[in-house]
Every structure is written in C-alpha cells, then in structure tokens.
C-alpha cells in the first residue's frame, strides 16, 4: 500500500510539473511572441507595415534555425487604437495564446493605458512606436521596453533645427491626444532654451483623430501669421491634412514647417509628389541613414518582398524581433526574468543602426534623422536631401530626468 501511495505521489508530482505554465510552452520547441497594432482605420497602413518588417526578422531566424533551436511563432491582435480594445487583445494573447513575449503599440494614448497592467500580466513588451515620454519615464516599469525613438529624442532634434532658422513666432497642429499634446510640450520646453526669442503663440490646432475636414484649423493657423509650424500630425490625418492645406495654399506662406513624422515612408507613399519640397521631415528610421551591411540588408530584402521602401514602423518591428533573439540567446533561456535582465543594458546592431537599451529606464538610445523633402528621380517618393542626423547621445535626456522610479 505504502509503495502503491508513494509511486502515484510520484506521479501526481510529474503531472504537475508538466503543466507549470510557461514550462509546458517551452517544451514544444516554440518561442510565443504576441504582437498588437492597429490594423483598421486611419492608421492601418502603419500596422501592415509593422507586421510585414516582424514577419520578415522571424522568417530570417527561423530559416537560420531559430533561436536557442526553438522556432518563433507570432499572433497578431488589432488594437483599433483604443486602449481598452488593445488591452484585451494583450490578455488574450497571453491568456489564451500563452504568448512568452509582446511586440508592438502604436499610439500613445494606447501605450499609456496598456502599460500599468503589465505588471499583472507579468510578460515582457517591447513597444517599437508608442512614443509617449510617460512609459520609460513615470509609467516605467520592469516588463516595458523601447527599442524606437520617443518624443523627447524626435522634438529635441526639432527644436535644435527650428532654432536655426529665422522663425521667431511659432504655433502647431497636432493630434488632440497624449501624443500631439506631449509633442507641443516638449518642443516649447527645447526651442526656448535654445532660442529664448522664440514666442510661443496662443493659436494652436488639436483637431481629433481622423478628423476629416482640416480647413477650419488650416484656416485657423494661416490667420494667425506665424512664422514656423510644427505638425505633429501622423499617418492618414498628415495624409489628409497636407492634400487639404495644399489646395488651401498653406505650404505657399512662407511658413517654416516642421512635421515630426513627414517622413514615414506611408505618407510619403500616400502623397507622391503631393508632398511639398523644402519642408523640414523627421522620421524614426530613414532607409537611405544608414550605409551598414545590417540595413543594406534589410533594404533590399524588405523591397525585394514587399515592392516598397521599409518605414520606420517596419524597421522597428523588425528590430524589436533581433533585440529579443540577442536577449534570449545572452541570456541562454527563454525565461522571462532572465530576457528581462538580458535586454537591460543590451547593445544590438540593427537597420538603423547600434541600439543601446539602457537599464535605468529600458528606452533605446539611437540616432535620430531629420531632413527637408526633396523630389529625385531615382525614388517614387519624396527623400530627404539635405539630411541631419543627431546622435543617440545628443538627443535623449539622462535617465535622472526622465521621472523613471525602475522597481
């Protein structure tokens, strides 16, 4: 009897073991990534893009035998760009997908709302858009990484350009969010200290996302004569906001623009020659930066894919994929708490360059381009001649000032 009690004690304990979450996952020689963008509306193309440049980096490793010989394996949810809408689809990918690692958010206001419960799902996201200051800064936790450029690096090279210029007066248009807000904030904050003749003027367009009809604020803006305009304005609203104000003759004024993200290559793609020349465009990712072997690579294979140039959001995605295979493999093990630690203080090599993730606040530091548009026959598209780019370093505050508390 005794030895009949202990043998099914034996067994009860295998079994048990067996279904240890994570434990039974890893076994099948499968590495679970869950990744979450917006597929719908008026961002969607920004999604697509991101998942084209995901597929292409897990497509690469798993025809290089993987990572650590286990193979990756994606889910893709659509954050519809709502949080509430985006957090369920994060749970479900971890609760009923049994995802080990997160990849993705584009919006801010979605990074934002997402972010707090990650310390509840207890998995590790890498965020390659969502640019928000707040999630490596007072939302900081242990579980949220960022290998892109965030607000503070993008408008601090902003600032620096706009302060080179003879603009004196300046206003914005921007997305009436955390995002178009934060942007605004922060180039105020920058410019002033680099020109403390700049004038902030009162007059300011927040127009909602997706917003379709743009001549009240474009209208609004000409009426106030200022002498510089930064647009914060992505995707489909800059799409649709440049096809308007061209029509209205805005790019005509005079003004000096700045748009913050004029040059993803999906809105270059969307306005061809509708793109004005002689306007200043930042960007998180150029194609043409960066001459490394690395992004030659990525170049050609994306295009050769795909039939397009890569933007800045699949370079991200594609980046996000080769940080997580360099933590895994530095690591030695697919446990989270171990990848944790391995993509603290990790230095990669990516498209855009050599990435350093910094331990403080777990946000990428990189170089950050900028340049005025220009037609060349060589490309369908507007590219950025001249080009400046700013170095990680140069442009991403300490991590002191930050509002990092990392528990």
């Not at 979450?21 to 869950?34: C, F, L, M, N, T």
């Not at 799902?121 to 490596?136: E, G, N, Q, S």
């Not at 408008?155 to 178009?180: E, L, R, S």
């Not at 203080?345 to 990516?350: D, S």
Request: glycine residues 8%.
């Amino acid at each position: 009897m005794r030895r009949a009690l202990l043998a099914l004690l034996v067994a009860c304990t295998v079994v048990g073991l067996l279904f240890v979450p994570g434990q039974a996952r890893a076994g099948k020689g499968k590495i679970k990534v869950g990744s979450v963008y917006i597929f719908s509306g008026f961002a969607a193309t920004y999604g697509q893009f991101a998942k084209q440049g995901l597929l292409l980096a897990v497509d690469e490793i798993n025809k290089s035998g993987g990572i650590l010989g286990k193979k990756l394996e994606v889910h893709f949810e659509d954050s519809h760009a709502k949080p509430p809408i985006a957090l369920r689809a994060i749970r479900k990918l971890v609760y009923e997908k049994g995802v080990d690692f997160l990849i993705g958010l584009d919006s801010s206001g979605v990074a934002k709302g997402v972010v707090p419960y990650l310390k509840e799902l207890k998995v590790p996201l890498i965020i390659t858009h969502a640019a928000t200051p707040d999630v490596t800064g007072s939302q900081c936790n242990k579980y949220t990484f960022r290998v892109s450029v965030n607000i503070n690096q993008n408008v601090m090279a902003a600032a620096k350009i706009a302060a080179q210029t003879k603009a004196v007066k300046w206003t914005t248009v921007g997305p009436d969010y955390a995002f178009g807000h934060q942007s605004w904030e922060y180039f105020q904050k920058y410019l002033s200290k680099l020109n403390p003749k700049a004038k902030f003027m009162k007059t300011v367009a927040f127009p909602k996302i997706a917003t379709e009809d743009y001549s009240p604020y474009i209208t609004s803006i000409m009426a106030a004569k200022p002498d510089g305009v930064f647009i914060s304005l992505w995707s489909g609203d800059l799409v649709n906001f440049v096809k308007q104000a061209n029509k209205m003759g805005f790019f005509k004024k005079g003004y000096t623009v700045l748009m913050s993200l004029g040059a993803a290559t999906e809105v270059l793609y969307a306005l061809k020659d509708q793109m004005p020349t002689g306007v200043w465009a930042g960007t998180r990712y150029w194609f043409l930066a960066n001459d490394s072997p690395v992004n030659k690579h990525f170049v050609e294979a994306y295009k050769a894919r795909y039939g397009v140039y890569p933007s800045y959001n699949a370079q991200n995605a594609y980046a996000a994929v080769y940080a997580l295979r360099a933590a895994i493999e530095k690591a030695g093990t697919t446990e989270k708490m171990a990848v944790i630690k391995a993509l603290e203080g990790l230095t990669v090599e990516v498209p855009a360059g050599k990435i350093y993730i910094r331990p403080g606040d777990h946000q990428a530091v990189l170089n950050v381009t900028w340049g005025k548009t220009a037609a060349d026959p060589n490309y369908p598209i507007r590219i950025l001649k001249p080009m400046v780019i700013f170095k990680g370093e140069e442009v991403t505050p300490p991590v002191e000032a930050t509002g990092c508390k990392m528990q």
